[in-house]
């Protein structure tokens, strides 16, 4: 996958990815607005181009009191984010070219106000995706808000990803419609921060086009009955 072509879709504006790309904007412009004075963090794993926060911070009343940092593996992507945040006037914000699965591209930041998992999740196996979330417990500060996404193609994984924010002691604040087209959410931490758990790798970015490759690959395989189902039948 093309990680940099790919963004070339937020520039239709009648694309799923251009409707979730706002969605995302509003509810952050939202968290900014909502949260308490003072510095606010951000963090942003797998931030791309950076569109969805500075986008939103670039003509927001609490830009100044943001310090910000989007972590990303394609330079392609951080050179366009670092030349947005440029643009903007955005001083406070960090653009890091790195492994945004490893816990310590934020140990300086976290926890943070309002975290942002956005393009993550249909990306990774499951087991990453609640490993991921679980993790959030030691980025997200206390009030603090995740802003996430995922696809709702089957498996739709939206209400159990719900369930296990939950789980972890967030609350839910907001999710799209079921029949949006893609799933964004917005929980807010209601536990105690836990100490960053240095060395930690958060998941492994397999893809989507893998992962649905491999879905199918499975559901055919199963789709054939074993020599004991056919002696059962």
Known sequence: MDWSAWHDQYDLADSWMAR????V?????????NAPAGELKVISLCA??????LDVLSGHARRDDVRARLVELDPRNTAAAAE????????QVEVVTGDAALIDQYQDLAPAELVLVCGVFGNITDADIEHTVAACSQLCTTGGTVIWTRHRAAPDRVPQICAWFEAQGF??????AADAGFGVGVHRFLGTPQPLR?????????GYDVLRQAAATE???RSEPTLHERRER
């Open 48 to 53: 791309g181009e950076g569109r969805d926060l």
């Open 25 to 33: 904007q509003v509810q952050v412009d939202a968290a900014l607005s």
């Open 198 to 206: 240095r060395g930690t790798r958060l998941f492994e970015f397999v």
């Open 20 to 23: 979730r790309l706002r969605t």
């Open 171 to 176: 609350e839910r604040r907001w999710l799209s």
């Open 219 to 221: 559901s055919g395989s």
């Open 84 to 91: 947005r945040a440029r643009r903007a006037g955005l001083q």
